[in-house]
């Protein structure tokens, strides 16, 4: 059975702080990606990696880094956690082709006080 | 630009009526598109895809590149059909990232 795991399910923070989502997949899935999930505003590309240590920008990539140093492990790093990063966080990983689906993780909802 | 539409943020219907969630895309290019399913307290997963030409729960989806269009439909609404749903165009010029609609809810009653 496919499995892309997230660090937390459920995560409060203060503004300002770093914050450190984890996702980790065990299908040997070159591609990684991390999206925002907001209610009206539909699934969000934050970042994506193609492979070990290469990252490509989304859509929203302001507030956030990405870091893959390995290939089965994809982090998502807010430096300074503002209150409009409240949010669902939904991490996805792929095989490198046109037609094949992404497989997601749970998502970790992040609170941001 | 390349863009994926859903103009229904909600979709209510009684159980055994037709569903049908709309879904318009743009993009320059063949696209590839997808519609993927998110259970209550369930992770999004894939429901179906346009190359597949497959019927999955009794939905299927037809690509009509002349309205530009990829509809989701259901002859018999099921009450376990009620999640939330995103219509999604594989971006092969960007690698393989996927575009998302806003997602609609369908919600389907007794």
């Known amino acids: 059975d496919v499995k892309v795991t997230q660090s937390s399910r459920y995560l409060v923070k203060r503004t300002g702080e770093k914050v450190f989502l984890e996702c980790v997949q065990d299908?040997?899935?070159?591609?990684m990606f991390w999206y925002r999930q907001d209610p009206g505003l539909g699934l969000r590309l934050i970042y994506f990696s193609y492979d070990v240590k290469m990252k490509e920008k989304g859509d929203i990539p302001e507030g956030y880094s990405v870091s893959r140093e390995k290939k089965e492990r994809f982090s998502l790093i807010l430096e300074s956690a503002s209150t409009n990063q409240t949010s669902m966080y939904l991490c996805?990983?792929?095989?490198?082709?046109?037609?094949?689906?992404?497989?997601f993780g749970p998502g970790t909802r992040l609170t941001v006080l | 630009a390349q863009r994926v539409t859903q103009p229904e943020k909600l979709l209510s219907v009684f159980k055994g009526a037709p569903v049908e969630l709309k879904c318009n895309y743009s993009y320059s290019g063949s696209p590839e598109l997808f519609w993927y399913v998110q259970y209550s307290r369930q992770r999004l997963q894939l429901l179906l895809r346009h190359i597949s030409r497959e019927s999955i729960k009794g939905f299927t989806a037809d690509l009509n590149k002349g309205e530009t269009s990829f509809h989701l439909k259901k002859p018999f609404a099921q009450e376990e059909d009620s999640a939330m749903y995103y219509c999604?165009?594989?971006?092969?010029?960007?690698?393989?990232?996927?575009?998302f609609g806003k997602g609609t809810t369908l919600s389907v009653s007794s």
């Open positions: 999604a165009l594989s971006d092969n010029q960007a690698g393989t990232a996927l575009i």
């Open positions: 996805a990983s792929s095989i490198p082709s046109f037609h094949n689906e992404q497989f």
């Open positions: 299908m040997d899935h070159e591609n």
